[in-house]
């Protein structure tokens, strides 16, 4: 007996976005929603039957109306694909909390929620054994009562919960997890689906993260993904494919500068994608250290790039600049020149509050000396 | 540059050609009366450097134009940079422009090429307006040159900005603060364009939009914070009424609710059918209650008897036996009582006997000690009377002599005052002495006796020497004050001295100094004696008299039982050979005594008891006796006793089973009834239970009520997707907040940028008056000597200091307005001269308010300015600028035609 399934999480339905600039934003939410069509797709190109979604279905506990039926005439639309949804921790499922409001409102006949810890047979001799989230922050291990929940004997077991595995996640902004990263094997799994970190990651043998399918942040792991998995018969080990989903790319780069050439290779990229390139997000985190020249250039240059993506973040705070005398003799001679020497000196002062915006009104100056210069 | 002729035709009042010519490039002067055309050509010369020969200008050029109609035609001749040049435009109709080469006699360009090379000329390859603008000054205009007025002020900037930004300010500078003034005023209000002002955000500019964006945005975060605390606090109240609906519907709550009300019911009926009944077993067993005590009372009255005489028989041979102890215990104490009374009294007489034999003892031994020391008291005592005695008469010659040692000491200090004073007196005093010639012996007589050869005296009063047969001499002494005083201190210790003498009874001093010394050596014998008194009796002869009293005493009684002391010495000399022995034995007998008093003493106590016990016990048994005989009397025969008491305790036995079948019916009924505590209390229970139905149902109906409502509002909140609102708003507020902050960092940078430019542009200003300020100098020292004049921030004049007094130059007078501009004017020109492009200063009727000393020293500032550059004066006072030297231009007639 052999059972394929599309596994997924972190859709983030109705996610905000507020960070972004309002058209940029609607661009974003949408590409969201639209992550249901892209896995409907391969599910039917696959053969495949039940998408898993390992959590976070949505983004927050109070979406609009409109957000969730447009998610759910969209899950509707795919007959032949159930979709498992299991709440997580930003859609937990709390009393009068959005799964109430699902419920209420009634779902497609090819939606399954599993808003209780309870074995359900999904497929013929396939057990689901779900582990929704209840709460926004739980303190205990909520895939525990796995290892003591019996199936029939050859049933092929699934697990599917949302939240860290203990030690998997060291970065400092997480809580260090709380799934025993033995589970599968505590629990007789055959397979853990597991929703919560974004980027497309194995645990172990039979544990994965499928990540987001479509990205929402600029990443520390590897997100837009969904994983096919396909299981023999109970006890085999599963054959876990990851497929790529995302529609928007977002790009961290962080690049140490020594003049505005060093920006050429991100152009260059950029310049290259074409069109794609408002499918892309970049931020740069830039430092080192450049010429008041330079600086200006590469202020046009971001603005160039900026206008050719969709989104460009840029922060230039550890990026120093310093003046030399061929900027001194651009901006100019007599006033000018004492002018910038001024700002110069309030600028390097270590001691000085003002020191970051004597920088910025050198670079001002610079600008305007060359602007006034021009229009002379 | 210098003007060396003007030409007009149909210029003004001038409709023939005119002609000023001569001007020496120095100072020239042109003297007209009033309607004369000064004016007029003040403005041809300025039109034609200013205005292109193609002008339509209504307020320049068509201010020339006659009113009777014309075209004017204005020509100058001018020297500008070694060059002899004639400039000659044809404004209004007809127009043309010729710039003409004087030197090399031929036409430099014509019409717009002449325009091209005048500005040239003029201007060099530098930008901006004319400098000479600042060098007309036309009729009463140095009057509005006022610190405020807007063209004046702009005008100066102008020529300080322009052209001396080559020199000293850049005029990149300017450009760069129009860029950054351009950016600002997007962002700030207009007041913020000032350096170093408060900059607030323009309304509807990019920084004020940004701001409006995040106030917004926080604004939202506020509303959807509430609508999301007021929705979550509406969950927590859906999800207690919830909770409640459950806890109150649930179907175990429900019935437990019913059978409580049930139970309480069935409770409180059964309570009070038993009480009803209890009524009447209450009377029942209270009649079995009264029976059983009746019983009680006879079985234990009879019992009592019984116990009673039982009691009383064994007490009785108690006591008996008890008396029968007693008595003999009587009897043994009186026997022991008997023997230590006979112990003591022979005790007693040992004792006396003893002390006796120990007081002799003892009197024998202290007789030798008392017998010396009544010897040694009495040689003391008798040692003492004799010196009482002599003290006694020291005391009586001492009181018999008055010569006291202060009265002595009083005396000495007088008799030496006195001896002092009269050897100053003898020494003042005249002294005579006597030396008679051979034949004239002893006829001087003083004092009626004759004085002899050699004779020495003195005199302290007037003394008459007669020589018979010549006369008499007469010696006064003098009588200076230090003598009249001595004289008289002198006599007061003589009183003083006699005073005394009287008191000590005596008249010659020696006299009294002998007795006083007989006083001082009676005195120191008196206190001789006293030590020695002192010594023999330290506590007073009495004392020492009552010891030497006690002491014959003994020895006395001594004396007198001496006989019996011998007796007793040795009638005892075998057992008691001592006194220590003797004293000894009395403490050892006062021991005996002691013991043998106690034991008696306690003897007689243990005797006195034992009879007192007697005698109780004797009437105790008599009273027992007595009772015994009163209960024998009372009780039947002593066969029929048990009879009895069997019959009582059958009666006894029946009350009490009744009374406990009584006892358990009312137990049983009260159990039932409860007490009235427990009936009050099952009456609330089921009041309460009947409310708590009421009460659930009522509840159930409105939670159920709420619950629809809040249902509604939580449907609602949760379809305005609040949370996801929330969210959002966070995050745009964070975006917002970041968006302001570049804009505010912007703001402050252009700011920062604008007050460091305007810091250093105040600094070339400062660079650029200084000039300025040497070049007025000289004439400063000619009109206004020791006059400071300050500039403000806008290069107007600001203030003028005059004998340490600081005038605004708004309230400076019209005159001296109009002097101080003419200077400044002047000072500029120097400027421009040093720098080598001198520019002539053309002056339409100056100083029209300037009184005569003031409008002299002005002229000579005029000749020391037209030394470095052109000074053109044109005047209707002709009187008035008579003294005004220069060269005086007249005008005459011009034949266009007839030029070059």
């Given at each position: ?376 | 540059?210098?003007l060396k002729a003007l030409r007009v035709r149909e210029v003004?009042?001038f409709?023939q050609p005119v002609a000023l010519e001569g001007f ?16 007029t050509l003040?403005k041809a010369l300025k039109t034609i450097f200013?205005e292109?020969y ?10 020339l ?6 075209a004017p035609l204005i020509e100058v001749d001018f020297e500008?940079?070694?060059?002899s040049l004639r400039l000659t435009k044809q404004f209004w109709?007809g127009t043309s422009a010729r710039l003409f080469d004087l030197?090399?006699?031929?036409v430099i360009?014509r019409n717009?090429?002449a325009e091209?090379?005048l ?772 005008l005459t007639s011009w034949r266009p035609d007839a030029g070059a």
């Open positions: 007996m052999s059972f394929k399934f599309l596994h997924s999480a972190d859709w983030h339905i109705g996610k905000t976005y507020g960070g972004f600039d309002a058209d940029q934003a609607v661009v974003l939410r949408q590409a969201r929603l639209e992550t249901v069509a892209t896995l409907g797709h391969l599910a039917t190109q696959h053969d495949i039957s039940h998408v898993l979604v390992a959590g976070d279905v949505f983004d927050a506990p109070g979406l609009e109306d409109a957000v969730v039926r447009a998610l759910l005439v969209r899950l509707g639309q795919f007959e032949q694909v159930t979709w498992h949804l299991l709440p997580g921790n930003h859609d937990p499922a709390t009393p009068r909390g959005i799964w109430d409001g699902v419920v209420r409102r009634g779902v497609p006949g090819n939606v399954s929620l599993h808003l209780e810890a309870v074995p359900t047979e999904i497929a013929p001799g396939v057990m689901l054994l779900p582990a929704p989230c209840l709460a926004k922050k739980s303190e205990i291990d909520l895939t525990a009562w796995m290892d003591t929940a019996e199936t029939p004997a050859g049933m092929i077991r699934i697990g599917l919960a949302h939240g860290g595995v203990i030690g998997f996640d060291t970065s400092e902004d997480s809580d260090g997890g709380l799934i025993s990263p033995t589970r599968a094997q505590d629990a007789r799994l055959d397979y853990l689906a597991l929703g919560d970190w974004h980027g497309c990651k194995q645990v172990s043998a039979a544990c994965w993260y499928s990540g987001t399918p479509e990205p929402d942040k600029f990443p520390r792991n590897e997100p837009g993904y969904v994983i096919i998995v396909e299981i023999d018969d109970a006890g085999t080990a599963p054959i876990v494919t990851p497929f790529t989903t995302r529609k928007f790319t977002w790009q961290e780069e962080a690049l140490t500068l020594s003049s505005v050439d060093d920006l050429d290779g991100i152009r260059d990229v950029v310049r290259q994608l074409g069109v794609a390139a408002q499918l892309h997000l970049i931020k740069l985190s830039l430092s080192g250290q450049v010429t008041l020249s330079d600086r200006t250039a590469i202020a046009d240059r971001i603005e160039d790039l900026a206008a050719q993506v969709h989104v460009l973040k840029a922060d230039l705070k550890d990026l120093k600049v310093v003046t030399t005398e061929t900027d001194l003799q651009t901006i100019g001679e007599g006033e000018l020149r004492d002018v910038a020497d001024r700002l110069r000196l309030r600028a390097e002062d270590p001691t000085n509050p003002e020191a970051r915006i004597a920088a910025l009104a050198l670079q001002k100056l610079f600008i305007a000396s060359r602007s006034a210069g021009g229009a002379a | 540059m210098k003004g009042r409709s020496t490039g120095g100072l020239d002067v042109f003297v007209g009366d009033n309607e004369a055309g000064k004016s003040v200013s292109k193609s002008s339509k200008n209504q307020k320049t050029v068509g201010a134009v006659p009113y009777a109609g014309g500008i940079a070694g060059q109709s030197t090399a006699g031929q360009a717009a090429d091209t090379a500005h040239k000329f003029l201007h060099g390859a530098g930008r901006g307006t004319s400098p000479l603008g600042l060098f007309w000054l036309d009729q009463q205009e140095p009057l509005s040159l006022k610190p405020v007025d807007k063209d004046d002020q702009s005008r100066l900037r102008d020529v300080i900005a322009n052209q001396f930004s080559d020199v000293v300010v850049g005029g990149e500078a300017l450009g760069v603060r129009r860029v950054i003034e351009d950016r600002l005023k997007l962002l700030v209000t207009k007041g913020g364009l000032v350096a170093n002002a408060n900059r607030k955000p323009l309304k509807n500019g990019d920084w004020d939009a940004r701001l409006r964006e995040r106030d917004a945005a926080q604004i939202d975060l506020n509303k959807f914070e509430a609508r999301y605390a007021e929705a979550q606090e509406r969950l927590r109240r859906l999800l207690d009424i919830e909770r409640r609906i459950a806890d109150l519907a649930a179907p175990a709550a429900a019935t437990q609710r019913t059978d409580a009300l049930a139970m309480a019911k069935k409770v409180l009926a059964g309570m009070q059918g038993a009480r009803a009944k209890r009524q009447t077993a209450v009377a029942e067993h209270g009649a079995k209650l009264a029976d059983l005590k009746n019983a009680e009372t006879a079985h234990m009255k009879f019992v009592s008897q019984l116990d009673q005489l039982a009691k009383l028989e064994a007490d009785l041979a108690t006591a008996t036996e008890e008396l029968q102890r007693e008595r003999q215990a009587a009897a043994t104490a009186s026997e022991k009582l008997k023997l230590l009374s006979e112990e003591h009294t022979s005790g007693q007489a040992e004792l006396v006997v003893t002390r006796s034999v120990e007081e002799t003892l003892r009197l024998e031994q202290n007789h030798a000690g008392d017998a010396k020391r009544h010897d040694e008291v009495a040689a003391r005592i008798r040692e003492i009377d004799a010196l009482l005695k002599k003290a006694e008469q020291l005391e009586a010659e001492l009181r018999d002599n008055q010569a006291t040692p202060s009265r002595i000491v009083a005396l000495e200090r007088e008799l030496l005052s006195i001896d002092q004073i009269e050897a100053r007196l003898a020494a003042a005093a005249p002294e005579i002495s006597v030396a008679y010639e051979t034949t004239a012996s002893d006829r001087v007589l003083f004092d009626g006796r004759t004085l002899a050869e050699g004779e020495t005296f003195r005199i302290d009063q007037l003394a008459v020497l007669m020589i018979p047969g010549v006369g008499k001499i007469s010696v006064k002494p003098g009588g200076s004050d230090d003598v009249v005083e001595d004289r008289r201190d002198l006599a007061a210790h003589r009183e003083v001295a006699a005073e005394v003498l009287q008191k000590i009874a005596v008249s010659d001093p020696d006299d009294a100094l002998k007795i006083g010394k007989l006083r001082a050596d009676a005195e120191r014998a008196l206190s001789d004696t006293r030590v020695r008194l002192s010594a023999l009796a330290p506590q007073g002869p009495e004392v020492l008299r009552d010891e030497l009293g006690q002491l014959a005493e003994k020895v006395a009684a001594y004396k007198k039982a001496q006989n019996a002391v011998d007796s007793i010495k040795t009638a005892v000399a075998e057992q008691l050979p001592t006194l220590e022995a003797a004293a000894a034995r009395v403490r050892a007998l006062d021991g005996q005594q002691l013991d043998t008093a106690a034991a008696l003493e306690k003897i007689r106590t243990e005797h006195a008891a034992a009879v007192a016990r007697v005698a109780r016990l004797e009437a105790r048994s008599e009273e027992l006796g007595n009772q015994q005989a009163r209960l024998e009397s009372e009780l039947p025969d002593t066969a029929a006793r048990d009879g009895l008491l069997q019959k009582l305790q059958d009666a006894l036995v029946a009350a009490r089973s009744s009374v406990a079948v009584a006892d358990q019916q009312l137990k049983d009924l009260d159990e039932v009834a409860g007490s009235e505590t427990t009936f009050v209390t099952a009456q609330a229970i089921f009041e309460k239970a009947e409310v708590q139905v009421r009460n659930v149902e009522r509840e159930l109906e409105q939670l159920r009520l709420d619950k629809k409502g809040l249902e509604g509002e939580l449907t609602v909140a949760e379809q305005q997707g609040i949370g996801a609102h929330l969210q959002e708003c966070r995050e745009r507020l964070e975006h917002t907040e970041q968006r302001v902050q570049r804009v505010a960092d912007e703001v402050a940078a252009l700011a920062m940028l604008l007050d460091e430019m305007a810091a250093v542009e105040q600094q070339s200003r400062d660079r650029f008056l200084q000039p300025v300020m040497i070049g007025l100098q000289p004439y400063f020292d000619l009109v206004f000597p020791g006059a400071c004049l300050r500039f403000s921030q806008d290069l107007s004049m600001a203030e003028l200091t005059r004998n340490n007094q600081v005038e605004p130059f708004a309230n400076i007078s019209d005159g001296t307005r109009e002097q101080l501009a003419i200077l400044v004017r002047m000072g500029f020109g120097r400027v421009f001269a040093n720098g080598g492009q001198p520019l002539p200063l053309v002056l339409d009727d100056p100083l029209a308010f300037s009184d005569d000393s003031r409008l002299g020293a002005m002229f000579q500032a005029f000749e020391v300015a037209a030394k470095a550059h052109q000074v053109v004066v044109l005047s209707c006072r002709e009187q008035a600028f008579e003294a005004l030297q220069g060269n005086r231009l007249t």
